[in-house]
């Protein structure tokens, strides 16, 4: 029996007018933004609709919009009646993976990734972190810059392991620096650096896991109906307390993104839906598998698309 995963993205699928098309069409759509707005007490959906990019680019009001935006896909998607084996979202789209999974409820979640959006920016100064995708490197490789590096003084981790050959690194900007001089030395085929805020996924946001755990503790977090695999882990997890667990250590931990696909191929899932803004999870699948089949689902065109198309392979 062919298995579907659903994916839901993370930041930097980010453009202004993401889900407006779902909205107008569909109420289901529309009160997803209504409920954004009203949870976190400011328009959120006008910062999504109208922008302007900068005010979008903020990562307190990228991640509640990125969730809210995949969100609204979603219950679009839902009227399909397809149903997913299992979820997954790459780092911030973890949280979408998890309502749709039903472990949290859609306030909660776009409650909590604001007030993490907000302590990620808090917890280094502008322009003391940054991160950098390591393209045409072994990570065997690339760990041992990391360490080399973080050991004469520069911190410096292994954040997104994304897919065969793309690793984005992040930490100190001098320490991310060096290590992609190394990197370059030891025949990386391009560093590219990030246009990010900060250090996202290294030991340097441990000070924001540790404010983010009072939010975690205000918030309900249920059993998931479907199980979801763990950026942390990269394997599945349904338990509440496990869920809670790993969403505080995955803000300081790598993003296992080619693991969790490798584990969702094992676990017989030929059938991919990445849902929300952008198609870049679809394109890491295919790097790691090309015969599966992924089908973006951000607007109503795509949808469409992705439902002929899935009808035909099956």
């Known amino acids: 029996m062919s298995k579907i995963a659903f994916l839901f993205p993370g930041q930097g699928s980010q453009s202004v007018g993401m889900g407006a098309a779902f909205k107008d069409q569909n109420e289901q759509a529309g009160s997803i933004f209504r409920r954004a707005d009203e949870r976190l007490g400011f328009p959120l959906s006008k910062v999504i609709f109208e922008g302007p990019e900068t005010e979008l680019k903020l990562t307190e009001n990228t991640q509640p919009a990125i969730l809210t935006a995949s969100l609204a896909a979603w219950e679009v998607f839902r009227e399909t009646g397809i149903e997913?084996?299992?979820?997954?979202?790459?780092?911030?789209?973890?949280?979408?993976?998890?309502v749709a999974a039903g472990a949290l409820s859609f306030e909660d979640a776009v409650y909590a990734v604001r007030h993490r959006g907000l302590y990620m920016e808090e917890a280094v100064p502008a322009g003391e972190g940054a991160m950098a995708a390591i393209l045409g490197l072994e990570d065997a490789v690339l760990r041992e810059i990391a360490d080399s590096v973080t050991a004469e003084g520069e911190s410096?981790?292994?954040?997104?392991?994304?897919?065969?050959?793309?690793?984005?690194i992040s930490g100190t900007a001098e320490g991310v620096r060096i290590a992609g001089d190394k990197a370059s030395a030891a025949g990386a085929k391009r560093v590219l650096p990030l246009n990010v805020s900060g250090p996202f996924h290294s030991r340097l946001m441990k000070p924001a896991a540790d404010k983010f755990k009072q939010v975690l503790d205000e918030?309900?977090?249920?059993?998931?109906?479907?199980?979801?695999?763990?950026?942390?882990?990269?394997?599945?997890?349904?338990?509440?307390?496990m869920i809670y667990d790993n969403l505080l250590a995955q803000m300081y931990s790598p993003v296992r993104w080619e693991e969790t696909v490798r584990k969702l191929l094992d676990l017989g899932v030929d059938t991919f839906f990445e849902i929300g803004p952008g198609n870049v999870l679809c394109g890491l699948v295919k790097r790691v598998n090309r015969r599966a089949q992924?089908?973006?689902v951000n607007d109503p065109e795509s949808l469409e698309k992705a439902l002929a198309k899935w009808k035909e392979n099956a």
């Open 219 to 241: 918030i309900e977090i249920r059993n998931a109906e479907t199980p979801v695999i763990a950026n942390v882990t990269a394997d599945e997890m349904k338990d509440a307390g």
């Open 156 to 168: 410096v981790d292994l954040a997104n392991l994304n897919a065969p050959g793309q690793i984005v």
């Open 84 to 98: 997913a084996d299992y979820t997954a979202g790459h780092s911030l789209g973890e949280y979408s993976a998890l």
């Open 294 to 296: 992924a089908y973006p």
